[in-house]
């Protein structure tokens, strides 16, 4: 059986006292109700009384309701406090609910007695359950602080929206921010300029979604240096999985990092020592089979020439053949021709010099790469700037960069075909410039310079040394070689050159 209700009667009126009594008894309400009159007696009850409850008429002989309702929020204020009045008006009851009042009952309607004084026991017994909650909460919280103030790391919380933010002493001696400077956003102020913004758009990702939270960055010390940490942050849910806190923890990495750092610089620094000795092989590879090629090639000369002469000697006209023979002369020695500029571009052989017409040899790539272009779908399109004077170059290792050039470009067109350009005109400042574009699959912005280098290739079998090479004889021909992305589709490949026009010395060198 629970204990009776403690209710304290403010009542001069006897027989209004025992109206409510009977009304609380026929609701089969078990009450233990005390009567006073006077403001003493009152003060005297609630100091040494034990209730639930205050109900209070609001006129009497020497006291008033609303004196009586400051007196208990002064000495009482959890216990609720309704009025039960004849007297009392509208607006006056409002003011009273204003002031702290629970409720108010009118004698002509007691009938709305027990259950007001139903409302607000019950609402007592929430407000107790709940600060008894809060209490323990409290509780519990500070227990939590003071165990993440004795761990040796760098711990934080922090509320859901971030707007209060406590963290724990091994922070404070790190950086030399206080709690009240770290709180809210003032933690930013320690993190690396470089930094910042990544970590920041991150953290508030993550109070965004509830998702947990990791970064790494840079926080500066006390001393001004800066030092790589881990921040991970998980919250804390309620039985509804709404978040209450934030938990996290600041892990010093740097140690990992330098680590880290070095072994890249280690790998790196092994990558290229494996990329030189393979150019190195390769200079070698180019040296010996020039020598090793030469010899055969001079020999197919040798006979293309006599087959040549003993064809032109008889009676019958067959100048096809004589033709066909004339033209594998004309290959064999550019080949050998080509063979000695590669062995030449990457050892320290001669190399010769005359005047050359790029816009010509723009032609002669145009038609020889003609029926490979149509085989492929591919149109091809030149543009080229009458006014451009010879230059001073080397004609072979020119076309070598041509044919390297219009062939890639070929090629990433060869499934969904397309138009090739070549356009070739002066620069502001004087100097030649040759384009080479293509409406096809196009590279990605990190390989327009890697694709430069030696080995390094995008095709499936292709060698990497096609463009390598064409930006070494371009360099060594005092220009510059690089390749953009079009804005559309495609890619563009550039080269310049020194504009030595007609009148200057043909070099060797």
Request: hydrophobic share 40%; net charge negative.
């Amino acid at each position: 059986m629970s204990a009776p209700i403690g209710i304290l009667l403010l009542e001069d009126d006897p027989s209004d006292a025992r109206l409510i009594e009977g009304l609380l008894e026929a609701d089969r309400f078990v009450s233990r109700i005390v009567c006073v009159q006077t403001h003493a007696e009152f003060l005297a009850a609630l100091n040494d009384g034990d209730f639930d409850l205050i109900l209070s008429d609001y006129k009497l002989p020497s006291f008033d309701g609303l004196s009586a309702l400051n007196v208990a929020l002064s000495v009482r204020p959890d216990l609720p406090f309704i009025f039960v009045s004849g007297t009392i008006g509208e607006e006056v009851a409002i003011e009273a609910l204003k002031v702290g009042a629970t409720d108010y009952v009118l004698k002509t309607r007691l009938s709305r007695l027990v259950p007001a004084v139903r409302r607000a026991l019950r609402e007592a017994r929430d407000r107790t359950a709940r600060r008894g909650a809060e209490d323990a909460l409290r509780r519990r919280e500070k227990e939590l602080r003071d165990v993440i103030d004795a761990i040796p790391a760098i711990a934080f919380t922090a509320q859901p929206d971030g707007g209060s933010f406590w963290i724990n002493r091994q922070w404070v001696e790190f950086s030399g921010l206080s709690i009240e400077q770290t709180s809210g956003s003032g933690w930013q102020s320690a993190v690396h300029p470089d930094d910042i913004t990544e970590h920041a758009t991150k953290w508030y990702q993550s109070m965004a979604t509830g998702e947990p939270f990791e970064n790494e960055a840079r926080h500066r010390s006390a001393e001004g240096e800066y030092r790589w940490f881990l921040a991970r942050a998980v919250p804390l849910r309620d039985e509804q999985s709404k978040i209450l806190k934030w938990y996290g923890i600041l892990t010093d990495i740097e140690d990992r990092k330098r680590a880290e750092q070095e072994r890249e610089r280690l790998r790196q620094l092994e990558t290229d020592l494996v990329q030189m000795n393979r150019v190195s092989m390769m200079g070698e590879l180019t040296a010996s089979l020039a020598h090793e090629i030469k010899q055969p090639i001079a020999a197919g000369i040798i006979n293309a020439t006599a087959c040549i002469s003993w064809l032109r000697s008889g009676r019958l006209d067959i100048s096809q053949a004589c033709n066909a023979a004339e033209a594998t002369m004309s290959c064999l020695t550019r080949t050998t021709e080509i063979i000695d500029r590669v062995r030449a571009l990457y050892g320290s052989g001669r190399r010769e010099r005359e005047l050359v017409d790029v816009n010509e040899l723009v032609r002669e790539m145009t038609v020889m790469l003609g029926d490979t272009a149509t085989r492929n779908s591919v149109a091809v399109r030149t543009e080229l700037e009458t006014s451009i004077q010879p230059t001073t170059a080397d004609r072979v290792q020119l076309q070598q960069v041509l044919m390297n050039l219009m062939l890639n470009s070929i090629e990433a067109m060869q499934k969904t075909g397309g138009e090739l350009s070549v356009v070739s005109k002066t620069t502001e400042d004087g100097q030649l410039l040759i384009s080479v574009s293509d409406t096809g699959c196009g590279l990605p912005a990190d390989q327009l310079e890697s694709v430069f280098r030696p080995f390094f290739t995008t095709k499936a079998q292709g060698t990497g040394l096609g463009l390598s090479i064409s930006r070494r004889i371009v360099e060594s021909h005092g220009g510059r070689l690089w390749a953009t992305a079009k804005t559309d589709r495609g890619t563009i490949v550039q080269f310049t050159l020194p504009n030595k026009g007609a009148g200057d010395r043909p070099k060797t060198g």
